[in-house]
């Protein structure tokens, strides 16, 4: 299934779910004006077709003992295939690691990381992430408040 083959009421589906993914059947096909077979057999489709990879719980971040952000500005040594596979298994391991991209400019990757405070940040950077495979450098920028945090992804397509 691929994007241009998504109607007005695909995109309905996928608008309501993902704003409330533990709607039940019936009341998202009550939201969508379709029966409640129609409503199943097309999320099934949307499954199916990949457009929907899958239902998660979003935890408050801030409750779980995480109210900051950090985005921290890693380069490596060497960008060679084998380095960068090695930084990238490695970064996985790392709990508070939310986000990490590959990037092209001055850094090589982008990473997201959720602390409690700056000694937490100062734990993780001098315990993890400048001990990790191949990093020459790491440049940290704690967010100041969040302005914008989106969930919903907008669908393009037919509409």
Known sequence: MSQS????????????????????NTALATRVHLSESACL?????????GIIRGYVCLVDQSTAGYPDNVYVQITL????????AAFEAAIRD????????????????IVRVIVADARDYERIHSQQLTRLPGVD???SSFALRTVINKTEIPVRGSS
């Open 77 to 84: 040594h060497s960008q060679q295939r084998d380095d960068l």
């Open 137 to 139: 450098r790491v440049h």
């Open 5 to 24: 083959t998504l109607d007005r009421i695909d995109h309905a589906i996928l608008h309501e779910l993902q704003l409330n993914a533990k709607l039940s």
């Open 94 to 109: 790392i709990p508070e690691v939310m986000e990490c991209y590959l990037m092209s400019g001055i850094a090589d990757y």
């Open 41 to 49: 057999r097309r999320v099934r489709n949307l499954e199916a077709g």
